[in-house]
C-alpha cells in the first residue's frame, strides 16, 4: 500500500506545542485559537489539499470554479443570499457565459436562494435545479451533499456549505469546517454519482425508488483499491457508507472522530466504546452549533463512553460543523456527521482513504484542534450533569435520534 506524501502550504498561526498523539496538545503562551493552515497530502493515486480556513476555502473554492473550461456540476445543502454566495453565483454565471456547462443543485429545505438570485444563471446558459422542490413526504429527506466538479477533473468536497458563516474566522464564530480539494481518478467516481442526483432531482417517485436502490448499492473504488466513494441516504438496508463504518467499528483499534453532531444508534455506540476500552477513542466534539438539543444529545452518551475509557474534548473556539473520523489506518471525510440522519436518511457523500501516513496527519489534525479545546472527565460531566440538564440531554436525544429519524424514515420507507 503506497503511503501519503504530506505537506503544510504556509506556517501554521500561534506557538502550539503539540503533545503525543493519546494526550491533548498544549500551548506554551496564551493565543486564541486560529485556524490551520492548508495541507497537501498525495494518497492512494489521489492529490488532496486540505483547507480548514474559511478565507483558505472561499479562495479556492472560486478558483476551482473560475478555472473551469467544460463543465461545473456544484451541488451544496444550504445556498444563501448573502456575500459569498453571490459571489459563487457570479462566479458560476461567468462561467456559463464563458462556453462551460453549468448544472447547480441545491436542497429546497436547506436552500434560501430565490428563484430571482438564480435567475442570472440561467439568463447565461446555465441552470440551477432544486432538490425536493415542492412540500411532499419526500421533504423530510434531505440532500445534505456539498460537492463542485470541475472539467470532470477537479473537484472540491467536504462539509461546508454556501453561506457566509462557514467561511467566517473563529474569531466571528465562523463554522469550523474543511473543504477537500482533490485531483486523481476518485474524481471520475464523484462525477458519475453527480450524474445520477441530477436525474433525480425531479423529485418523481420512480426517482425516489431509485435513489433507495442506488444509496444500498453503490460505491466507487479507485484503481489502486485504497480509495472508495460511499454513499448515504434513504434504503431499506444499510447505505454503503453506514455499511463501511459499521464493518469497520466492528474491527477497529483505534478511532479519533472528530463531529460537529455525534448522536449515533446503539449498535454504533457499543462498537465505540469497544474500541474505547482499550484506550485508544478521542472524541472531539462541539461546545457550540446552532441547534442546542444536538449538544444535548450528543452530552447524554458521555457517561456511557467515559465509563468505558474514551477521551472527550469539546471544541469551543468557535461553531463546530467538521466531518472527520479516523478509524486505525482509514480516514473518512466529506458531508456526514456520525447521527441518525446522516447515517441512514439524508443524502450524503464520504470519501474512505486507507492510508496510514494521511491518517497519521489526520490525528496531527485532531490534536491541534484538542488543544484548543476543554477536557471532558468524568468529573466535569458529573458536575454538569444536573437533574435538569440531564433532562435537556435526553429531550434532545429524543428529538434528533427519535422523533425527527422516526417520522421521517417512516413516512418515505413505510417503516
Given at each position: ?5 504530506v505537506?503544510?502550504?504556509?506556517p ?12 491533548p496538545?498544549t ?22 489539499t486540505?483547507?480548514p ?21 456544484v ?16 462566479a ?41 422542490p ?21 473537484a472540491?468536497?467536504?462539509g ?73 441516504g ?6 454503503t ?10 474491527e ?78 482509514a ?27 494521511l ?19 468524568m ?37
Amino acid at each position: 500500500m503506497r503511503g501519503a506524501i504530506v505537506k503544510d502550504l504556509r506556517p501554521a498561526h500561534g506557538p502550539l506545542k503539540h503533545g503525543g498523539m493519546g494526550e491533548p496538545a498544549t500551548q506554551t503562551t496564551k493565543v486564541a485559537f486560529r485556524d490551520p493552515p492548508p495541507f497537501e497530502a498525495s494518497a492512494q493515486g489521489q492529490s488532496l489539499t486540505f483547507y480548514p480556513a474559511g478565507e483558505d476555502r472561499r479562495r479556492a473554492l472560486m478558483e476551482l470554479v473560475r478555472s473551469a473550461t467544460r463543465t461545473l456540476d456544484v451541488c451544496f445543502y444550504i445556498f444563501a443570499e448573502d456575500e459569498v454566495s453571490t459571489e459563487l453565483r457570479d462566479a458560476l454565471v461567468d462561467a456559463a457565459l464563458r462556453g462551460v456547462d453549468v448544472t447547480l443543485i441545491i436542497d429546497r429545505f436547506g436552500a434560501s436562494a430565490s428563484d430571482k438570485f438564480l435567475e442570472p444563471l440561467v439568463d447565461a446558459g446555465g441552470r440551477y435545479l432544486f432538490f425536493s422542490p415542492r412540500w411532499s413526504m419526500r421533504y423530510l429527506i434531505r440532500n445534505h451533499q456539498k460537492m463542485v466538479i470541475a472539467d470532470n477533473a477537479r473537484a472540491m468536497f467536504g462539509g461546508f456549505n454556501i453561506e457566509d458563516d462557514y467561511f467566517a474566522p473563529p474569531e466571528r464564530n465562523g463554522w469550523n469546517d474543511i473543504g477537500i480539494r482533490i485531483e486523481g481518478d476518485a474524481v471520475q467516481g464523484l462525477t458519475d454519482w453527480f450524474a445520477r442526483l441530477r436525474d433525480w432531482t425531479d423529485d418523481d417517485e420512480a426517482h425516489f425508488k431509485a435513489i433507495k436502490k442506488a444509496v444500498g448499492d453503490w460505491s466507487w473504488t479507485s484503481r489502486e483499491g485504497h480509495a472508495r466513494w460511499l454513499v448515504g441516504g434513504p434504503t431499506r438496508g444499510l447505505s454503503t457508507w453506514a455499511r463501511c463504518v459499521t464493518q469497520d467499528l466492528k474491527e477497529g483499534e483505534k478511532l479519533d472522530i472528530f463531529m460537529a453532531y455525534f448522536s449515533p444508534p446503539y449498535t454504533l455506540l457499543k462498537r465505540i466504546a469497544r474500541v474505547a476500552k482499550k484506550g485508544q477513542t478521542r472524541l472531539l466534539m462541539a461546545a457550540k452549533s446552532d441547534n442546542g438539543a444536538t449538544i444535548g444529545a450528543t452530552r447524554s452518551l458521555y457517561n456511557y463512553l467515559l465509563k468505558r475509557g474514551a477521551k472527550i474534548w469539546e471544541f469551543s473556539p468557535c461553531k463546530l460543523h467538521t466531518k472527520l473520523l479516523v478509524l486505525d489506518d482509514a480516514v473518512y471525510v466529506g458531508s456526514a456527521n456520525f447521527d441518525m440522519r446522516s447515517l441512514y436518511l439524508n443524502l450524503e457523500i464520504m470519501l474512505r482513504i486507507e492510508d496510514k501516513a494521511l491518517a497519521d496527519r489526520m490525528r496531527e489534525f485532531v490534536s491541534t484542534h484538542i488543544a484548543a479545546s476543554e477536557a471532558i472527565t468524568m468529573e466535569k460531566h458529573k458536575r454538569r450533569a444536573t437533574l435538569w440538564n440531564r433532562i435537556r440531554w435526553t429531550m434532545g436525544w429524543v428529538l434528533v435520534s427519535v422523533i425527527d429519524y422516526t417520522v421521517a424514515r417512516r413516512t418515505n420507507l413505510g417503516f
